[in-house]
């Protein structure tokens, strides 16, 4: 099991930018595939930005393909998502996760996620 602690969420105004980090401790963090996800109120939890192991591999949702970047650093033993161009319907808690998959899209393959952040974004 990897424990996942997520920062950098805030209040931001459209058009603008955030990187949201995700500490991982634990297991080895380059053995895990790592994804971002996000909620918003009323909402099912939905795939944002997934990188494999060594973060040669990424893969994106539609909706933020070209504005929101993945990376990794596993001397660090974390993970990042850069995110531009914000939207207000990118407002949600995002989370990250863990897989044991070299890199998926899949909700069900994660098996550690974090407690999440807010991002809020106005108009």
């Known amino acids: 099991q990897v424990q996942l602690v997520e920062s950098g969420g805030g209040l931001v105004q459209a058009g603008g930018s955030l990187r949201l980090s995700c500490a991982a401790s634990?297991?080895?963090?380059?053995?895990?595939?790592m994804g971002w996800f996000r909620q918003a109120p009323g909402k099912e939890r939905e795939f944002v930005a997934a990188?494999?192991?060594?973060?040669?591999?990424?893969y994106y949702a539609d909706s933020v393909k070209g504005r929101f970047t993945i990376s990794r650093d596993n001397t660090k033993n974390t993970v990042y998502l850069q995110m531009n161009s914000l939207k207000p319907e990118d407002t949600a808690v995002y989370y990250c996760a863990a897989s044991s998959r070299v890199v998926t899209s899949i909700k069900r393959d994660y098996t550690d996620w974090g407690q999440g952040t807010q991002v809020t974004v106005s108009s």
């Open positions: 990188i494999s192991f060594r973060g040669y591999t990424t």
């Open positions: 634990g297991r080895t963090f380059s053995n895990y595939g």
